[in-house]
């Protein structure tokens, strides 16, 4: 475990607060060179409501995890993610993983584990360091 990344995962933790998801908030944080490049929370797209559920209490088919909201939002910024390390407060799910893989992330550090492990595997087989907080 390095220096900082208790503290960047209770920064991500703070962050997934701004998050309107009732079911769950998620935060996220994308660091390289000791610098905070981009950072996210689970929710909808720009210019939409900020409702994540329906009437029946189940996520809408079009929110964005918080790790994609990072690296969408490091890729709009003209910043590289690429050997960067990502801080989430949840294990990411296998969609997220792809993007990670993709993004050149090179590290995951997160707190909560998630029901499915795909995502974490799918990191793993990829070679992307994966660390568990508590």
């Known amino acids: 475990m390095e220096k900082f990344d208790e503290r960047y995962i209770e920064m991500a933790a703070v962050w997934a607060k701004n998050s309107y998801c009732k079911r769950r908030q998620v935060g996220a944080l994308l660091v390289k060179d000791q610098m905070i490049i981009s950072d996210g929370?689970?929710?909808?797209?720009?210019?939409?409501?900020?409702?994540?559920?329906?009437?029946?209490?189940v996520t809408k088919p079009y929110v964005l995890h918080a790790e994609a909201n990072a690296i969408t939002k490091v890729a709009k910024s003209g910043n590289s993610s690429s050997g960067a390390t990502l801080y989430v407060t949840a294990s990411p799910c296998i969609e997220c993983s792809k993007l990670i893989i993709q993004a050149g992330i090179k590290r995951v550090v997160y707190r909560d584990e998630y029901r499915l492990t795909d995502g974490i595997d799918l990191l793993r087989r990829a070679g992307v360091e994966v660390e568990k907080v508590d």
């Open 41 to 57: 929370y689970n929710g909808t797209p720009s210019g939409f409501e900020n409702v994540c559920e329906d009437e029946n209490g």
